[in-house]
């Protein structure tokens, strides 16, 4: 079973408008960790935000923020007043602490971000 | 500020051909990994190191080697190489100690894209 879920393989929008990408994980631990990673046309990965299962409290930095709801095993990602340059495939992550012998992540399929201009 | 480098950017090799990518880290970190990537799939861990001297399978590891000879250094094998290890490879790093430390960002190579004829 897939431990994390990005179901928005593609979404498009119009530069401006606000767009969410969903996260939802599957984990049986109390301490977990989760990770946004962003991915350009360029094709590195850059690291963007962790989470860990305590802290619920919404993050925000600039134009992105970030949903956190345990009740609904969600991480979800916003982007406000989207540009251009935030086309990139954007990847969720899960890292348990139970049995994780050495940081290993379970990652989602990716949402695949376009702003039209 | 290299952070994590990886060589070849590009290859390509022949059905049955042997290659080894290269993955070299100045952050000094102890744990290493070696992921794959491919349309629709998301990142797969191939094989992952926890320390010099060490190297543990992943989730896909067959047909694939590694060697963590040196601390900075992740060397990933392809013995014979076949069509459908035709990919995207990334390396990546983070801080670890004692096999503990989930919450710590991986942090990528910029990749390494494989073509197998």
């Known amino acids: 079973a897939q431990k994390v879920t990005q179901a928005q393989t593609e979404i498009s929008v119009v530069e401006k408008e606000d767009v969410t990408l969903d996260c939802v994980y599957e984990t049986r631990d109390t301490t977990y960790y989760l990770f946004w990673y962003k991915q350009p046309p360029s094709g590195e990965l850059v690291f963007l935000i962790r989470r860990n299962s305590f802290d619920e409290q919404n993050e925000i930095s600039g134009r992105y923020s970030w949903n956190f709801q345990k009740s609904t095993s969600s991480f979800n990602f916003t982007i406000t007043a989207s540009q251009v340059v935030d086309s990139a495939v954007y990847f969720c992550?899960?890292?348990?602490?139970?049995?994780?012998?050495?940081?290993?992540?379970?990652f989602g399929t990716g949402t695949s971000l376009t702003v039209i201009p | 500020n290299a952070g994590v480098t990886q060589t070849p950017k590009f290859r390509v090799l022949k059905t049955g051909q042997s290659m080894t990518l290269l993955c070299a880290q100045d952050?000094?970190?102890?744990?290493m990994y070696w992921y794959r990537q491919d349309p629709g799939m998301g990142l797969r861990l191939i094989h992952y190191s926890v320390g010099e001297g060490t190297t543990a399978k992943g989730e896909v590891p067959d047909g694939y080697n590694v060697s963590r000879l040196k601390k900075q250094n992740f060397l990933l094998g392809l013995e014979s190489a076949a069509p459908s290890q035709t990919s995207v490879y990334f390396c990546?790093?983070?801080?670890?100690?004692?096999?503990?430390?989930?919450?710590?960002?991986?942090?990528f190579g910029d990749g390494t894209r494989l073509s197998i004829l």
């Open positions: 952050m000094n970190h102890e744990y």
């Open positions: 990546a790093s983070s801080y670890g100690r004692d096999r503990e430390f989930v919450d710590q960002p991986q942090h």
């Open positions: 992550a899960l890292s348990e602490a139970a049995g994780n012998t050495g940081n290993q992540f379970y």
